[in-house]
């Protein structure tokens, strides 16, 4: 492996709600956010592959892009430099790299990336929209060289080969597999290495349809796997009282912290879908909690802009 970094063997911890209790329902939670403070859960396992692969091509940079709170970019930062590679991050908004010393003073993702090494290119949102095309790429090119591209989120073929090893042997128990949706690399990488009798299901922290299609483009099967996209709270980066409440809530139940992007959303979905039945009794569960905790930084210096209840971290 070229990608040396020593991690622990995820554990898949009980949680223990009374709702859970009264529906007999067991949810454990597989506690892939304790890989690594930046390189944890999913951002692992989707850069594994892909820099081992940037290194076989002898390429020495990483580029990708991402918003200003984005994990992604956190963890190839941190990714880059335990690799030994350059890092070039293509962040959304160009008026953050006005003053970047201000930027970089406010905003501990981007500060912990700039620290870690990577370059910081700040780009319009209109300018943005147009990252996958090919003539902003071979813009890329003329201004960084020949650098190994990593698309926004991560998800690529490599991606969801390193994303098919998070289930174990031990996880062949579980009746359902529930994992919070991003770009789908994550749900895809579980889809393929599900057993026949496991359900595989996806709560999208974004709106709209078109994950399913981008989720088939990579899986095995097309069954024993499917979304809710009734817990997305209003969209990608949205959120609302009642979901901070739930967290911080679930955090004091259970130690275990949720960040309001991703998993936060799929935990309330999980609960919410036992109170409804949805599950049958005696359903065994597991939830992959993805990491992302770095992110609530940024949402609890909105929400004390805002004087809002923070996530107690």
Same mark, same amino acid.
């Given at each position: 492996?070229?990608?040396?970094? %020593?991690?622990?063997?995820?554990?898949?911890?009980?949680?223990?709600?009374?709702?859970?209790?009264?529906?007999?329902?067991?949810?454990?939670?597989?506690? %892939?956010?304790?890989?690594?403070?930046?390189?944890?859960?999913?951002?692992?396992?989707?850069?594994?592959?892909?820099?081992?692969?940037? +290194? &076989?091509?002898?390429?020495?940079? #990483?580029?990708?892009?991402?918003? /200003?709170?984005?994990?992604?970019? /956190?963890?190839?930062?941190?990714?880059?430099? !335990?690799?030994?590679?350059?890092?070039?991050?293509? *962040?959304?908004?160009?008026?953050?790299?006005?003053?970047?010393?201000?930027?970089?003073?406010?905003?501990?993702?981007?500060?912990?990336?700039?620290?870690?090494?990577?370059?910081? +290119?700040?780009?319009?949102?209109?300018?943005?929209?147009?990252?996958?095309?090919?003539?902003?790429?071979?813009?890329?090119?003329?201004?960084?060289?020949?650098?190994?591209?990593?698309?926004?989120?991560?998800?690529?073929?490599?991606?969801?080969?390193?994303?098919?090893?998070?289930?174990?042997?031990?996880?062949?128990?579980?009746?359902?597999?529930?994992?919070?949706?991003?770009?789908?690399?994550?749900?895809?990488?579980?889809?393929?290495?599900?057993?026949?009798? &496991?359900?595989?299901?996806?709560?999208? /922290?974004?709106?709209?349809?078109? #994950? *399913?299609?981008?989720?088939?483009?990579?899986?095995?099967?097309?069954?024993?796997?499917?979304? &809710?996209?009734?817990?997305?709270?209003?969209?990608?980066?949205?959120?609302?009282?009642?979901?901070?409440?739930?967290?911080?809530?679930?955090?004091? &139940?259970?130690?275990?912290?949720?960040?309001? !992007?991703?998993?936060?959303?799929?935990?309330?979905?999980?609960?919410?879908?036992?109170?409804?039945?949805?599950?049958?009794?005696?359903?065994?569960?597991?939830?992959?909690?993805?990491?992302?905790?770095?992110?609530?930084?940024?949402?609890?210096?909105? #929400?004390?802009?805002?004087?809002?209840? #923070?996530?107690?971290?």
């Amino acid at each position: 492996m070229l990608f040396q970094l %020593e991690i622990p063997t995820p554990e898949n911890q009980q949680v223990d709600l009374p709702i859970l209790a009264s529906k007999g329902i067991e949810l454990l939670i597989k506690r %892939e956010d304790t890989i690594h403070p930046f390189v944890s859960g999913n951002k692992f396992r989707k850069l594994k592959y892909n820099i081992e692969e940037a +290194k &076989q091509q002898e390429k020495d940079t #990483l580029l990708t892009f991402g918003g /200003a709170f984005s994990n992604h970019i /956190a963890a190839t930062a941190a990714a880059g430099k !335990i690799a030994g590679l350059n890092t070039i991050g293509i *962040i959304r908004g160009d008026e953050l790299g006005r003053n970047l010393a201000a930027t970089l003073s406010q905003n501990t993702t981007l500060k912990n990336a700039y620290d870690k090494g990577m370059q910081l +290119k700040f780009v319009s949102r209109e300018a943005y929209r147009n990252k996958t095309s090919e003539e902003f790429i071979n813009q890329l090119k003329k201004e960084f060289g020949n650098f190994y591209l990593v698309p926004e989120g991560g998800t690529n073929a490599l991606a969801v080969k390193g994303c098919e090893e998070i289930l174990t042997n031990e996880d062949e128990k579980f009746d359902y597999i529930c994992c919070a949706v991003g770009t789908g690399g994550t749900i895809s990488g579980l889809i393929n290495s599900a057993k026949n009798h &496991q359900e595989v299901i996806g709560f999208p /922290a974004l709106k709209g349809d078109f #994950l *399913i299609d981008e989720i088939k483009a990579f899986v095995n099967r097309n069954d024993h796997w499917s979304l &809710q996209n009734e817990y997305h709270f209003g969209g990608y980066g949205k959120y609302t009282e009642e979901l901070i409440r739930f967290i911080n809530e679930f955090k004091t &139940q259970t130690s275990i912290l949720l960040d309001p !992007i991703y998993t936060g959303k799929m935990l309330f979905g999980i609960v919410d879908l036992v109170a409804k039945d949805v599950f049958p009794r005696n359903s065994k569960i597991i939830a992959i909690h993805t990491g992302g905790i770095q992110g609530i930084a940024g949402v609890n210096q909105k #929400l004390k802009h805002k004087n809002k209840e #923070l996530i107690k971290v």
